[in-house]
């Protein structure tokens, strides 16, 4: 496709850095699927992208680095019949896939203490059920 792909709103992936190759689907279609190519694999290489500023390359490269080989992220689409589908497919699933990765980290979490009084309700709550569990076992084994 000749459309850039956005990513978020301030990044935004020329159609140039993408790569598209097709191949014949294994996917529904019947003898359909033997004639035609219609599986899609859009590859952006993370690594050597000018769109990327350092920041989020590095931030792309160290979250996706189970899925790059050789600094490259490439996606797979072929559920859809038609190569057009897969191809929006594959391009939705990798703009996601690198919004995740150029996220901010998210703010750290501040250590908190529960208050004294959950605390003491907490003990209360702990002291009233083993209560009822002790009043559970009294008696003659024997009774039943």
């Known amino acids: 496709m000749t459309d850039d792909l956005r990513i978020t709103r301030r990044l935004l992936i020329p159609a140039a850095e993408l790569d598209e190759r097709f191949s014949r689907s294994s996917g529904p279609g019947g003898q359909h699927v033997n004639t035609t190519e219609s599986r899609v694999e859009l590859s952006f290489d993370v690594g050597n992208s000018p769109a990327l500023t350092d920041e989020l390359r590095q ?33 939705e699933r990798l703009a ?41 076992r009294r008696g003659d084994p024997g009774q039943d």
């Open 59 to 91: 931030r792309a490269l160290a979250r996706l680095e189970h899925r790059l080989t050789g600094g490259v992220l490439t996606v797979a689409a072929s559920r859809e019949r038609s190569q057009a589908a897969n191809r929006r497919a594959a391009r």
């Open 96 to 136: 996601t896939l690198l919004a995740e990765a150029v996220a901010p980290p998210p703010p750290r979490r501040r250590p908190t203490k529960p208050s004294k009084g959950a605390r003491r309700r907490r003990l209360e709550n702990k002291k009233h059920r083993g209560g009822i569990k002790r009043q559970r």
